[in-house]
Structure formats: C-alpha cells, structure tokens
C-alpha cells in the first residue's frame, strides 16, 4: 500500500528517509555524496513520484521503493 506523502509529518518523514538511506547503503559513484544530500535527493524521488513510499502489512514495515519496481511488483502478484 503506498502511503500518501501528506499523511506524514516532516520529522516523520525525515526519520524514514534517513533509515531507507542508512539501510539500502545507495550507491553514488566515486563521488562522496553527503547524507543531507541523500536526503534531499530521495525526498524529492518521492515528491516527483519516482519512488514511492510503501507499507508492507505483511512485514509490518515502511519502505522506499522505485515506482516501477513497486508496480511491477503489484502486477506479479494479481
């Protein structure tokens, strides 16, 4: 289930971001990319709509997700 981004508050918001970056360990190349910046670069994949921000009732958790791979995913398993 994707969680619309203005049910969220920004401190929120800020914490799931900071966790996916922290978790998924992005990679940027051979260029150091601050973790302020990875921040801002995820947030505005979420307001543009490139990724999205998912619930899974299954593992009870919240991630960031490609909107592709998120759609190809719901497709897989209709």
Known sequence: MIIPLEQLSADTLH???EDYILREGTDYGETTVSKKSKISQVKQQLKEGTAVLVYSEL???VNILPRESFLNETDHNN
């Open 15 to 17: 914490a799931i971001i």
């Open 59 to 61: 593992h009870e958790s």
